[in-house]
């Protein structure tokens, strides 16, 4: 697409969501992802459901989304950067026909324990086998999330309609993971987790074919160092350049100081509701206020230009804690949910954030530093989980979320002290200019 050079004194409206749509191959792209969400966390749901079944033991449960979230880690910053080196298309297909495969195990071995129960003197499939291939089926979606950051870098040669389409996509991933996850409760009571899983299975064949079909194959850029050690080589280079960066370690750093307050109230959302009024049941409508805070922010956030988006990243990060911190009070729930709400909306700055720090980075490193970077973001999330558990369990579940938030805040505000604002104006200019 061609950009309309800007007269002066004249402002260019920001892209509306309906051209979006218009660029070719996005909106099948769209409604894949949409359906490969919908049946991960539906996958994962079951998955629980099962255990839970097995063993009667709620930790054994729980464990199955540590189990999901831990491999991710070394997916996205050891298998990531072979988006680098083979083109993004075989690799999303390759990724997706894998994690197909192994479901079909999963449902396979799922299918197996639940016949052995009707036979008298048969022990299931080992517990552990189920983790393994939950496991493997996580660790190699960490070169298709990259893959996929690629693609829509590449889709999208306007970058102001990438920063459109980066947030709605964000706009989506929120609402498909609260569908996935509702879903998950009902196929597990309506078809059970043999049927539930073929639903997750579906969705990989589907977008395997949507790749296949829809997106063009690229040329990998640069030129990757040759072999199993010159692999590693430019995993390292890629850790060096995200590092020695100022605006992609500054944006990397408050995405990891604002995850300990963003964390926080999905943690504890359930013990929260239930030390509040005594019963668990508010505990999703909890933990969805933050969520639905982010898609109004993303609405409004989205609506302005790249320049104003990331000249009040700093400000809106240094808003979004505050409202946690009068959760100490333990105020009544609604006035609960309206503080997370709050929350949620401010976090609407990771909307700029990522959208720069994916156009920052040069193409033929995108690989291997988006992956780093997304491992870093996980593995802060996971820390950030356990931690406010931990908190809520020996102290309360509302001092948990505040002491998160509190020390979201002071780690911002000491890298607000640092915030390389000349040089982000910089790279944005370049970046969405170009």
Avoid at 185 to 213: E, I, K, P, Q
Avoid at 252 to 263: D, I, P, Q, R, T
Wanted: charged residues 10%; contains cysteine; glycine residues 8%.
């Amino acid at each position: 697409m061609q950009r309309i050079p800007e007269e002066p004194g004249r402002r260019i409206a920001m892209p509306p969501y309906s051209e979006v749509f218009r660029t070719r191959g996005y909106l099948a792209l769209f409604l894949a992802a949409a359906l490969s969400t919908w049946g991960d966390y539906l996958a994962r749901v079951v998955v629980a459901s099962f255990v839970l079944d097995q063993t009667g033991s709620p930790f054994a449960a729980a464990a199955t989304f540590a189990v999901s979230l831990l491999p991710s880690i070394f997916g996205r910053s050891l298998l990531a950067p072979i988006s680098d080196r083979v083109p993004y298309k075989y690799v999303l297909i390759v990724a997706h026909l894998s994690r197909a495969a192994l479901v079909g195990v999963l449902i396979f071995t799922v299918g197996v324990t639940a016949l052995t129960q009707t036979v008298p003197g048969r022990s299931g499939v080992p517990l552990w086998m189920v983790f393994a291939l939950l496991f493997l089926i996580e660790l190699l979606g960490g070169p298709a999330v990259s893959s996929g950051q690629i693609l829509m870098t590449d889709l999208f040669s306007d970058r102001r309609l990438y920063a459109r389409a980066l947030g709605l996509g964000t706009m989506s991933e929120q609402v498909n993971q609260a569908i996935g996850l509702t879903l998950g409760g009902f196929v597990v009571a309506w078809v059970g987790a043999v049927r539930g899983l073929v639903f997750d299975l579906v969705t990989f064949l589907l977008s395997a074919l949507v790749m296949a079909v829809v997106v063009k194959a690229q040329a990998v850029r640069g030129i990757p160092s040759a072999g199993v050690v010159g692999f590693f080589r430019d995993i390292g280079h890629g850790a060096r350049y995200l590092f020695r960066h100022s605006v992609l370690v500054s944006l990397l750093s408050l995405s990891l100081c604002s995850v300990w307050a963003m964390a926080a109230p999905e943690a504890v959302a359930i013990a929260y509701a239930q030390d509040q009024s005594g019963s668990t049941r508010l505990g999703g409508l909890l933990m969805a206020a933050p969520i639905f805070g982010a898609v109004a922010g993303l609405v409004m956030v989205g609506r302005w230009q790249p320049e104003r988006q990331n000249s009040r990243i700093i400000f809106m990060a240094l808003l979004m804690p505050l409202p946690l911190l009068v959760t100490a009070l333990a105020p009544p729930l609604p006035l609960t949910w309206l503080l997370w709400f709050t929350c949620g909306v401010l976090q609407a700055f990771m909307l700029p954030l990522q959208s720069t720090f994916s156009l920052v980075v040069p193409a033929e490193m995108r690989g291997r530093v988006f992956g780093l970077g997304g491992a870093l973001s996980v593995a802060a999330s996971g820390a950030a989980y356990l931690v406010a558990g931990y908190l809520a369990e020996h102290m309360t579940p509302a001092t948990a979320v505040a002491t998160c938030a509190g020390a979201s805040l002071v780690a911002i505000i000491l890298l607000g002290l640092r915030w390389p604002r000349a040089a982000l104006r910089r790279a944005v200019k370049t970046a969405y200019n170009s």
